[in-house]
């Protein structure tokens, strides 16, 4: 067995390439947080988290500080002990899912490089690459017409399109984007901007105008499970649980309420280990999955990527985060194919950091 001999924490802060908008708001860089683990056997592992107050509750500064006193609590633990040290870790900070996300990450990562295995073993199966769509923010109708088009030349098959504002509007865009990508396969996320009413209003408009949706994300509240519900008996569309899902037991929630088609499970709101979990509780109740993803470097997003090869258990993929940054922590393709490997996640942001 092999100790957990340091833990560091520091920001990690990542220009977009444009200010990305939903309807929680604008981000224009990335304020994230990494965590590096070191063991005796000389395995160096890497996590990231993206804190985003109106989502996972967290500010930056909020998510280091608490990754730091998560790192005092692993620092001397066995890395063969992961299970332990995560639940010890989100048991002690309840609610601080980036930082934890990022400490868990590294820890696995760690465990894995020191036994040359990639993470996606964790999970059931071989490294194999990963298909995302690519996201639409809220932008003008012309402008969403024009990032389509782009889109579409650049080989993406599936976008997804920020919504959740002025139903019109909302309209508008994503006809724009079903212009200007016509082949492709179309989500829209309203970021829990909508009513029950306004969702059904805004899917029967599309409807009319011959825009067919493959997923109408988080239309609703978080916490209005009842109008999730409502939403799914009204619109003829599978309906996505996001920001409503952080736990295995808000899976059982969703699923006891029948408030949804699909549960969208980002392992920066759940972390790797219980993603499992969640994936469990989807299978057992037939609903299907979606993996998405904050606005995550190559680190989160090929985390992601070797969750969803390793279970097989996803119909629907949104890790692009990484593509809406101005720089990555190492040279990606930019293209709708992930690429993984390992060991561990695969991603060695030494040379970015050191610059």
């Excluded at 190559?298 to 969803?308: C, E, N, Y």
Aim: glycine residues 8%; proline residues 6%.
């Amino acid at each position: 067995m092999s100790e957990i001999t340091a833990v560091t924490v520091e920001a990690l802060d990542l220009p977009m390439e444009e200010p990305f908008e939903i309807s929680l708001g604008t981000q224009r860089e990335a304020a994230n947080v990494l965590v590096t683990v070191e063991t005796a056997a000389g395995a160096v592992g890497y996590g990231e988290g993206a804190p985003i107050p109106p989502v996972t509750g967290e500010t930056q500064r909020a998510a280091l500080a608490t990754a730091e006193a998560m790192g005092d609590l692993v620092a001397g633990g066995e890395v063969t002990e992961y299970r332990s040290l995560v639940s010890e870790i989100r048991s002690t900070f309840p609610g601080m899912a980036s930082a934890a996300f990022a400490v868990e990450t590294a820890v696995l990562d760690a465990y894995c490089r020191e036994r040359e295995i990639p993470l996606s073993e964790l999970f059931g199966g071989a490294p194999t690459p990963v298909t995302t769509d690519l996201t639409v923010p809220i932008v003008s109708a012309d402008e969403a017409y024009e990032q389509a088009s782009r889109a579409a030349e650049d080989g993406f098959e599936h976008l997804k399109v920020k919504t959740g504002t002025d139903v019109a509007s909302d309209v508008e865009r994503v006809a724009a984007v079903a212009e200007g990508a016509p082949d492709a396969h179309l989500k829209v996320d309203a970021n829990q901007g909508w009513t029950p009413k306004e969702t059904a209003r805004f899917v029967e408009k599309l409807t009319a105008r011959d825009v067919r949706l493959d997923l109408v994300e988080q239309p609703v509240p978080a916490d209005d499970l009842a109008g999730l519900a409502q939403v799914r008996d009204r619109v003829d569309v599978p309906v996505a649980a996001d920001e409503s899902v952080f736990t295995p037991g808000d899976a059982m929630e969703v699923v006891r309420r029948e408030a949804a088609d699909v549960i969208n499970l980002k392992l920066g709101k759940s972390g790797p280990l219980a993603a499992a979990d969640i994936v469990a509780v989807a299978e057992a109740a037939n609903l299907d999955l979606m993996v998405g993803c904050m606005l995550e470097s190559a680190i989160g997003i090929h985390t992601s990527a070797h969750v969803v090869s390793g279970t097989s258990a996803f119909s629907y993929v949104d890790l692009d985060g990484n593509l809406l940054l101005a720089e990555d922590v190492v040279d990606v393709n930019y293209g709708p194919t992930i690429e993984i490997g390992g060991p561990g996640h695969g991603i060695d942001p030494r040379d970015y950091i050191e610059r």
